[in-house]
T-cell receptor, first 114, second 113 residues
Framework: DVKVTQSSRYLVKRTGEKVFLECVQDMDHENMFWYRQDPGLGLRLIYFSYDVKMKEKGDIPEGYSVSREKKERFSLILESASTNQTSMYLC?????????????FGPGTRLTVL | SQQGEEDPQALSIQEGENATMNCSYK?????LQWYRQNSGRGLVHLIL?????REKHSGRLRVTLDTSKKSSSLLITASRAADTASYFCATALNSGGYQKVTFGIGTKLQVIP
């Protein structure tokens, strides 16, 4: 059974803290994605990676960075958390592009920044 | 800006009825996908329809695609209470060697037992 796991389901942090969100997939997928989901705005792409050590900015990368040192792991970093980063964060992976393919999602991390 | 826009944003029906959700988009696509999300969970892929296809079926799901109108619809027949969830369309476009996928804001479906 294919699986994408995220390190935490719920996280509470203080303004200014450095926050790490971890995502691991066991499907040997090349592509990995980080989204945030907010009411009325749907899913918005923060960053994605198509290979180890490669990253591309999505639609809303400001205030975030990512790291992909191993194929199975994609980390999202909030260098200095702010209250407007309170959101649901969803990680996804997909096989290599070139053919139509679906994304497999993790369960999400609900982050609250106080 | 969001590529896909679902309509309606919320839908409430009785168990056994059919549910229809629509998605409109603005630019060319290679394929369109529908996902489901149970409350507080991740998204699950339901069905993918390529730009050269007009209709696709999977169990109780029927998806249509009209590229001339830039719209798609998802029909769930004989709905069940367990179908209660949010449904998202996602448009995919091959760009620079990658497949850029853009999600809409979703339709919240409630199926009343």
């Amino acid at each position: 059974d294919v699986k994408v796991t995220q390190s935490s389901r719920y996280l509470v942090k203080r303004t200014g803290e450095k926050v790490f969100l971890e995502c691991v997939q066991d499907m040997d997928h090349e592509n990995m994605f980080w989204y945030r989901q907010d009411p009325g705005l749907g899913l918005r792409l923060i960053y994605f990676s198509y290979d180890v050590k490669m990253k591309e900015k999505g639609d809303i990368p400001e205030g975030y960075s990512v790291s992909r040192e191993k194929k199975e792991r994609f980390s999202l970093i909030l260098e200095s958390a702010s209250t407007n980063q309170t959101s649901m964060y969803l990680c996804a992976s997909s096989p290599t592009s070139g053919s139509p393919n679906e994304q497999f999602f993790g369960p999400g991390t609900r982050l609250t920044v106080l | 800006s969001q590529q896909g826009e679902e309509d309606p944003q919320a839908l409430s029906i009785q168990e056994g009825e059919n549910a229809t959700m629509n998605c409109s988009y603005k630019t060319s696509i290679n394929n369109l996908q529908w996902y489901r999300q149970n409350s507080g969970r991740g998204l699950v892929h339901l069905i993918l329809i390529r730009s050269n296809e007009r209709e696709k079926h999977s169990g109780r799901l029927r998806v249509t695609l009209d590229t001339s109108k830039k719209s798609s619809s998802l029909l769930i027949t004989a709905s069940r209470a367990a179908d209660t969830a949010s449904y998202f369309c996602a448009t995919a476009l091959n760009s620079g060697g990658y497949q850029k996928v853009t999600f809409g804001i979703g339709t919240k479906l409630q199926v009343i037992p």
